[in-house]
């Protein structure tokens, strides 16, 4: 028998996964294969057998592995989540990374870290790729507005665009309450009038 | 006064409200509280999440706390209940084939005789149902291998109860996957809307008052933070009390539909909050009393029988020791803290800790210390009386 230790990553993101399956071939000589597919997870995962499977905790999906942890016939492996307390540390890493991993009874915690290792910094890379997306996705929606209010004041009130702009901000101020959300409310204000 | 911030963790559902309106309506700021509410993923998340210390409190599924008392299911730290936050809610559904099917049969879809309902799926489902669920411990699972057990189908050789996460579920049924499932609210009525399957029962109708959902911490956060606990509990009690109360369906219903909520229409989620069930894609309305309990009768009191029955079945499908697992379960349903910290608010306190589970078939007033205290029916369908005080 193969003493390559088997690795299984949920993962519907083929860009993802395929990272993931990269780096854990960095970190070591695993045998990594992938299930795309949340149908019938619990049924592929056991068919494949696996030492260790690896989930995204955001996934919902995650759910249907823990019945993986019901040793229910004789024929299922006893598979235990990785968050076992033997190594506390690691357990918080990887949940705030957002990984968990679920590894069968009895492989020896040396074995396991540098797998844990390299998709713990996976994952923090996607996570950080993600807040960046968000910000900079929220960031250009905010500006569309603010430029659609200063187009009405200016409009309006025969401002040009920096008076506009200042008494956006001016209102904002006296409001307590952010640039964006005058704008926004000047927006629809408008758009319901118009 | 600054309030003191406290983060809680839910599962976008309907039984999530005592928390989200105690945020909203407000009795969190009143108990000094800065509730923070974070919505997870999924339960293992939401677990392992209160369990590592990222959130001091959780809505959980009544079985889970159990489930770790009695070292299942990966991560066992010891979580305590400190009440419970709803009863019932969970409905059974069917694929549209196979309500076809057993309306064929001669099957009424009265969505209240568990008897009849059971034994017309049986016929028409063939061998093996595959039902989906939830979460593998958690009171959907034990109701339906309560049901299908007591009819004939003993578990877990003769129906296949697979985990489905809630927001998946219409989806497995609409692709086959599954021939019936048990969920909580609203996701049976997200089935009925997509036109994928129909309702065939309330939970409410195999058991009559099943502890659905708790306010579950850490043994140790409870131990060292008094205070926290103190409001927290008050603030979810109080806001389950605003929950029963007349008029505020609608208004909640409002709240819970927002984005960072439900994220789904008002009009579905009133109909858990009003216990007005559209069955099938043809409007068919069926109305149930006590569909999803947040206060009446005393539904927030952690009763230790409820804690000992939740164990005594996972432990007979789990292969444990009975005794051991009722004692281990018992002692994380805080009765203690219950009383001593809902009391001032006039709590209805019920004289013991126990209860016979499945005993009352009518309201019934029982010893409690304003005797005033009436507690609503509790049956199972097939009369099934649980005593905890034999179970040794």
Known sequence: MSNKLSIVVVEPDRERAILIVDSLRAAGDFDVSVISEVTGLARHVSSRDPDVVLVDLTSPSRDILEELTLAS?????????????????????????????????????????????????????????????????RALEERKVIDRAKGLLMKARGLDEEAAYALLRKTAMDQGRKVVDVAEALVTAAGLLS | MSLKPLEAGFIPLVDAAPLILAREIGFAEEEGLDLRLRAAPSWSTLRDMLAIGAIDAAHMLSAMPVAMALGLGGISERIDVLSVLSVNGNVVGVSSALAERMRVAGHRFDFADADSAGR??????????????????????????????????????????????????????????????????????????????????????????????????????????????????RAAWRTGRWLSEGGNQVTAAEILSRREYLDLSPEIIERSLSGQQVISPRGEVRSVPNFLVFFRGAATYPWRSQAAMIAHSMAARAGLDRANAIEAARSIFRTDLYRQNLRDLGAEMPGASDKIEGALTRPTPVASESGRLILEPDSFFDGYIFDPSTQD
């Open chain 1, 73 to 137: 016939g004789p024929l299922d492996r006893p598979v235990a989540m990785f968050v076992d307390r033997s190594d506390d540390s690691l357990t918080k890493a990887a949940i705030e990374a957002g990984v968990s991993a679920y590894v069968v009874d009895g492989l020896r915690a040396d074995r396991i870290k540098p797998i844990m290792d390299a998709a713990i910094a996976r994952f923090h890379m996607f996570h950080r790729m993600r807040l960046e997306l968000e910000t900079t996705k």
């Open chain 2, 120 to 233: 017309a799926l049986i016929e028409a489902a063939g061998d093996r149902p595959r039902i989906g669920v939830p979460f593998p411990f958690s009171m959907h699972a034990d109701l339906l291998f309560h049901w299908l057990g007591a009819l004939g189908l003993p578990a877990p050789q003769a129906l296949q109860v697979v985990t489905v996460p809630p927001q998946l579920m219409a989806e497995a049924i609409a692709a086959g996957e599954i021939d019936a499932f048990c969920v909580g609210s609203p996701w049976g009525s997200i089935a009925v809307e997509n036109g994928v399957g129909e309702l065939l029962l309330p939970g409410s109708a195999i058991r009559a008052f099943a502890p659905e959902k708790v306010l579950a911490v850490r043994h140790g956060w409870a131990e060292a933070e008094p205070g926290l606990t103190r409001s927290l509990m």
